[in-house]
């Protein structure tokens, strides 16, 4: 026999769906769990109150808060937008990695949830060695001009040194 859902884990999905749904971003059961927020629960718990539950709405593998459906395809729409772009911020990402005093790159924003839209730029976040913060921020513009000549957005726009990690 099922157990009923707590209300507290019913109120850490809702919680859950309702952050994912200010970036118009569906979640799957796996994404519940994996960001569930307030609570611990094991996935089995999580899916069984997405099943039993008909609070939440669900499209395909999607669910959603209720009326909010739409959003399905606005995911879908995006994550092939993204699938275009990584490669550009993969090569991008390995130049940056390659410049002096560079210790890490990453992209942030919204296509490292591949969830961009048309004409976004690529966010990175560059981590360098301590006393060269200013060289790496001035040699990843240079990047950025560089990449701009071949119609590429990209946007250095969290650069720290690894002491202030």
Sequence with gaps: MLEVPSENLLRSIFHTLAYSDV????????????YLTSISASLEEVTQALANE?????VGEYFTLPGR??????RKHRAQIAK??????????????????????????????????????IDYMIVTAPGHLWTCRALSILMVRFARLEGVSLCPNYLVTTNAL
């Excluded at 005093?101 to 961009?116: D, E, K, Q, Y």
């Design 69 to 74: 459906e739409e959003i399905v395809e606005v």
């Design 23 to 34: 970036f118009d971003y569906p979640l799957t059961a796996d994404e519940i769990y994996y």
């Design 84 to 121: 275009q772009l990584w490669p550009k911020a993969a090569r991008y990402g390995r130049m940056i990695a390659r410049l002096p005093f560079v210790r890490m790159v990453a992209v942030t924003g919204s296509l490292a949830m591949s969830n961009t839209e048309e004409g976004k730029d």
């Design 54 to 58: 008909h609070i939440f709405a669900q």
